[in-house]
């Protein structure tokens, strides 16, 4: 079996372009991957098309070979363009190789670990950000089975300057967490991801410190991700577990964060760490410095389904991120996981457990942004509401 052709999809996602890359056979079989980069859809596309020219005649079961082909030999191959466009490489292969073998991809990972999927929601806050309007999505969340929720309770409000957080802002912040808190009761997991905010160590101190009596499950990137020994120097001074690593690749990124005492839980994204092989790296290097292990997960439903199979075999995973799909979604990508009360039932086709129509993709094309900010006001509004996951 050689591979014949590699095609890039960019699909225009709602709040966010989708870059799908698929893989075809000289034998007629197909895999699929996800090498989405939020903001840089048309450079990942070149990229993934440099490593096409390399994968067109290869033997697409040799993974682990060429995977350091990409990464190792080709001299430059660092940073997220290029660990995305592997990324999604890699992981057509293994749902390429899943679908030959005929098994799931975690059966070639080591097995399921578990059953099925605990999710904690995201996505959820698209209300508006004063405290009661916070508490009320919320219950209103609770209320369709959800045990976890995470929030950013600062990012995105108007006037927002990330080197001074105004008091106003601090506090109206602080003030939402206590709401939420309250409307939800002491049971339910409260995560906050403050996506790299606070570009002064101490102020992501005095804001962990501020939200610690509410138990707070863990708080996200309290700085942002490029200086390691800022994120351990934070982590040492709080009393809420660090999680962090949607913006680290490979499992070289991870062992420098872990050495140096920098994250309780390490969140490699699908779509950008250099794939299915690395992500199974990184836990292990998480497990062995006691830290847990969730993937971020805000892409589309490859790398999605990606995410599901390795919180099917990963030991020392932790818990799943959900957004709410678009609408259109599943006839993009067709799936077989259904969400009940909270839980994932983790899938049994062979490879990632999607089926992927082109043809639908094209109804949603790309829309060009050259600058990704996750903190204008007006982003929240953009993701969809929780809706059934439609099959
Ligand atoms: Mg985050």
């Not at 098309?49 to 697409?60: F, M, N, Q, V």
């Not at 690749?249 to 420098?256: G, L, R």
Request: proline share 6%; hydrophobic share 40%; net charge negative.
């Amino acid at each position: 079996m050689r591979v014949s052709k590699v095609e890039t999809y960019v699909i225009g996602g709602s709040w966010r372009n989708w870059v799908i890359v698929r893989i075809l056979t000289d034998d007629g079989l197909e895999g699929v991957g996800e090498a989405t980069l939020e903001g840089k859809a048309d450079s990942v596309r070149a990229a993934v098309g440099e490593l096409a020219r390399y994968i067109t005649g290869k033997d697409p079961f040799q993974i682990e070979r060429h995977f350091q082909e990409m990464y190792r030999r080709a001299f430059y191959a660092g940073g997220e363009v290029l660990n995305s466009a592997i990324s999604g490489v890699e992981t057509a292969m293994w749902d390429l190789k899943g679908k030959a073998l005929g098994v799931p991809v975690y059966e070639m990972l080591g097995g399921r670990t578990r059953d099925r999927v605990k999710l904690y929601a995201n996505g959820w806050y698209r209300q508006g950000m004063e405290p009661v309007e916070f508490a009320a999505a919320a219950r209103d969340t609770i209320a369709l089975g959800f045990k976890g929720l995470k929030f950013n309770p600062w990012g995105g409000r108007q006037g927002i300057d990330f080197y001074r957080i105004e008091n106003s802002i601090f506090n109206a912040g602080v003030e939402s967490v206590a709401a939420i808190r309250e409307a939800v009761g002491p049971d339910v997991d409260l995560f906050i991801d403050c996506n790299g905010i606070f570009q002064t160590s101490g102020n992501a101190v005095r804001a962990a410190n501020a939200v610690e009596e509410f138990n707070i499950g863990f708080f996200e990137e309290p700085v942002p991700h490029e200086n390691l020994d800022a994120m351990a120097y934070v982590r040492s001074k709080i009393n809420i577990p660090v999680a962090t690593g949607e913006r680290l690749f490979t499992p070289f990124a991870f062992t420098q964060l872990l050495e140096r005492g920098g994250a309780d839980i390490v969140q490699p994204d699908m779509s950008h760490c250099g794939g299915m092989l690395s992500a199974l790296k990184i836990s292990a290097i998480a497990d062995s410095h006691y830290a847990a292990f969730t993937p971020h997960n805000p892409n589309g439903e490859i790398s999605h389904a990606a995410a599901v199979q390795m919180a099917a075999c990963v030991p020392n995973f932790f818990a799943l991120e959900h957004f709410p799909p678009e609408p259109w979604r599943f006839d993009v990508c067709s799936t077989s996981m259904p969400v009940n009360d909270g839980w994932l039932e983790i899938p049994s086709e062979p490879g990632l457990g999607v089926k992927f129509n082109p043809e639908e993709a094209k109804k949603h094309p790309y829309e060009p942004v050259d600058l990704y900010n996750l903190h204008r006001p007006e982003m929240a509004l953009k993701i969809p509401k929780f809706i059934d996951r439609i099959r």
